[in-house]
């Protein structure tokens, strides 16, 4: 099965594997996700600089699924995550595991500000096309309490 990106430049790539990366405007500061990479929307200006999005942040918002929506298994949830340390917000898949289903039928609610890790994963398959499509999602980091 082939592999592609669900969309073109978000990525990077990198020894490691695809990096998703953002842009600053070096004029005013601005930032995006997905990277603007021809002129900033703020300013107008072409100085912009790549920089790679960090690995861990706070849930902001999320919303849970218990709906099928197109390709995604029910329940799933959408999350903004903050990376505080950039100022910068992402929307993204927020994986939810089995284990992690369980406990939201016993009553479990996923709460703001809780910590995430961004990661690369299959977002979908289209067997149709023979196709797997790649993409960014995150997941809960579990601390101990």
């Not at 960090?54 to 949830?77: E, W």
């Not at 961004?118 to 067997?127: G, K």
Request: one cysteine or more; aromatic letters at 12%; charged letters at 30%.
């Amino acid at each position: 099965m082939q592999e592609k990106y669900f969309m073109n430049g978000i990525f990077r790539e990198s020894e490691e594997g695809p990096v998703p990366f953002y842009s600053r405007c070096k004029s005013c500061g601005a930032k995006f996700f997905p990277a603007e990479l021809i002129m900033c929307n703020q300013c107008n200006s072409q100085d912009l600089e790549q920089l790679d999005l960090p690995k861990r942040g706070i849930i902001d918002t999320f919303t849970v699924n218990y709906r099928p929506v197109n390709m995604y298994k029910v329940p799933h949830a959408i999350c903004v995550v903050d990376f505080p340390d950039i100022q910068l917000k992402v929307k993204g898949i927020l994986q939810l595991t089995d284990e992690y289903i369980a406990k939201m039928e016993k009553g479990h609610e996923i709460e703001i500000n809780s910590p995430v890790e961004l990661f690369i994963d299959t977002l979908w398959e289209d067997p149709e096309e023979n196709t797997k499509y790649i993409g960014y999602k995150f997941r809960l980091i579990e601390e101990d309490k």
